[in-house]
């Protein structure tokens, strides 16, 4: 009987731990979950490309850098984002200034190539990352109504140091750099087809 | 003392916690604290003062354009007149206005909030009815019927508003995107902003063909993903090419007639920005009315290219990236401002006399 009983006290317990166990790991996965897999991002309906990021990043090339998103891009022969449209027109009439002072923004033509008129292209215009210094002149001359809006400031994890208090998210006037989170994030360099200029 | 309490009386203190508090204060406690942790929240930083920014070398890109000096002396003006007292005001506009059209009598159709609306000429709300969400265009045709437009689906309504069919536009695994319909004759055009081209369709939905395909450039550069057009009583189709900065013509066979219009920020008669102009309409005596985005403004142009008029922009918001056009049997121009959601009406002044030019002048009347 006392045996019987030893037994049933030991099953008894053994479940009730496991019980424990499971719930505190649970708990403890969400919690861990929920408060890590966040990183610092440039929110770009709030960002106004002050240029402080160019300025305020802790490292001395920042790790804020301008990306396109291809699906937006109109892929314009006159990107008023490649060139500075109040610039002297050279004698084919196309701008001779450009927008970025760094000059980081490439472009080259996609698809079908007219040698002869230029207007009939389309071009992909893609990022020099190792020239780009954030200063978001680019991301500002394409926002609506100028270009799509297809430009964006972008801090590139690959670059990025994660400092426990953001020096860019300290200086940004506009609270523009967030934590978001990004389950599973793995820090990528830049995209394919950026690393050629990388 | 029965058996139970027996039971009870020979457990030791902490297998009566363990027992009867433990579990569900343990429960309860990773629950609070999953909560917290769910709910904490960084503090958000302080906003740092602004700093006082830099000059800008340059002036932002919309007041590019108004700013410059007008290269000439138009030979004709156009002025704002107020809606006609009442319209609009008791049936605002509040999601969306993204079509304008004049109807038999001047009657002005208007697209908008998921509905198509008429006003008459005193502005008064004369009919409305339910169409398809998300509507981008339409278009009046015989009979009253009228066309809207949503991606690839063409919806008809009777002129009362009830559905009497739908068409579906594009090639299969290829949805056209209609971005601009309009009627000539019985025969539907639609814009198709996919496949950059202009097609020419029965209203049963038969294709009759393609126009904008057979110039030697190729087909519409349209960096905005848009395409608008408006046809004249001779057939003739005028469509914006906005990436190539142009007006084009063409017939209905998809023949080439012409173009003007080049890129330009300084001389008012050329086109601002990337990609310009974005919305077109035709007069009755044959000019072509174009809008444009950036410098969100409005022009008049002879069928040739001359430009005749500028209605500027301080008229429209300067967010707007489509300016809806539409012109009434008198030659005045509608604009729709998709940003303000508001109808606003241009009327020719009178003759004044002519300019050193000898162009005719118009003055402000």
Redesign the interface.
């Known amino acids: 009987m006392s045996e019987q009983s030893t037994r049933r006290q030991f099953i008894d317990g053994s479940f009730r731990i496991l019980g424990f166990a499971g719930i505190g790991g649970a708990a403890g996965l969400l919690t861990r979950r929920v408060m890590g897999g966040t990183v610092f991002q440039v929110d770009p309906f709030k960002c106004t490309t002050c240029d402080l990021c160019r300025t305020s990043c802790v490292l001395s090339h920042s790790a804020v850098k301008a990306v396109n998103e291809f699906d937006k891009c109109g892929y314009c022969m006159l990107c008023p984002a490649y060139f500075d449209v109040t610039s002297q027109p050279d004698e084919k009439g196309i701008p001779a200034g450009k927008v970025c002072p760094q000059d980081a923004l490439k472009r080259r033509v996609v698809g079908r190539v007219d040698q002869d008129d230029p207007n009939n292209n389309y071009y992909e215009y893609l990022i020099d990352e190792s020239r780009c210094d954030g200063c978001g002149k680019c991301v500002k001359a394409c926002k609506p109504p100028a270009g799509n809006g297809s430009l964006r400031l972008e801090i590139r994890y690959a670059r990025c140091v994660e400092c426990n208090e953001c020096a860019i998210q300290i200086a940004c006037p506009d609270l523009a750099i967030v934590r978001v989170p990004t389950p599973g994030l793995v820090p990528a360099g830049p995209p394919a087809h950026q690393e050629k200029f990388s | 003392m029965d058996a139970t309490d027996k039971e009870s009386a020979e457990l030791s203190l902490l297998d009566r916690f363990?027992r009867a508090w433990?579990?569900p204060a343990?429960?309860v406690g990773?629950?609070a604290?999953?909560v917290a942790?769910?709910f904490?929240t960084?503090p958000?930083?302080k906003?740092?003062?602004?700093?006082a920014?830099a000059a800008s070398p340059?002036?932002p890109?919309?007041q590019?354009a108004s700013a410059a000096p007008p290269a000439r002396v138009f030979d004709r003006e156009y002025f704002r007149t107020a809606f006609p007292a009442g319209a609009l005001s008791s049936h605002p506009f509040r999601r969306s206005l993204s079509g304008l059209a004049v109807g038999p009598g001047d009657k002005i159709y208007a697209l908008g909030d998921d509905e198509v609306r008429i006003f008459d000429t005193s502005g008064a709300l004369t009919a409305n009815w339910r169409v398809i969400e998300n509507a981008a265009c339409f278009a009046l045709g015989p009979g009253g019927i009228v066309c809207v437009a949503a991606a690839n689906r063409i919806e008809i309504y009777e002129a009362g508003g009830h559905p009497r069919g739908r068409i579906e536009a594009g090639e299969p695994g290829r949805p056209a995107s209609i971005t601009a319909i309009k009627f000539y004759q019985e025969d539907l055009l639609i814009g198709d902003a996919a496949a950059r081209i202009i097609r020419r369709i029965e209203i049963s939905g038969r294709q009759l063909g393609i126009i904008g395909d057979k110039s030697k450039?190729?087909k519409f550069?349209?960096?905005?993903?848009s395409l608008d057009f408006d046809v004249d009583s001779k057939g003739v189709i005028r469509a914006t090419d906005t990436?190539?900065?142009q007006v084009t013509a063409w017939a209905l066979d998809g023949t080439p007639l012409g173009s003007f219009g080049?890129?330009?920020?300084i001389n008012p008669e050329d086109f601002?920005?990337?990609?310009n102009p974005v919305n077109l309409a035709l007069t009755p005596a044959g000019e072509i009315v174009t809008a444009e985005?950036?410098v969100?403004r409005v022009k008049v142009y002879t069928p040739g290219g001359k430009l005749l008029a500028v209605i500027g922009s301080e008229n429209f918001d300067?967010?707007?990236?489509h300016i809806h056009l539409a012109v009434d049997s008198k030659g005045r121009i509608l604009t729709a401002d998709p940003v303000r959601r508001e109808i606003r009406i241009f009327s020719q002044v009178a003759k004044a006399g002519a300019n050193e030019a000898g162009r005719e002048e118009y003055k402000r009347s």
């Open positions: 363990s433990f579990p343990a429960i990773a629950f604290g999953f942790a769910a904490r960084r958000e930083p906003a740092a003062p602004r700093r920014k340059s002036q890109l919309h590019i450039a190729g550069i349209l960096p905005n993903k990436g190539r900065h080049k890129f330009g920020m601002v920005g990337c990609c985005k950036m969100a300067p967010n707007c990236t």
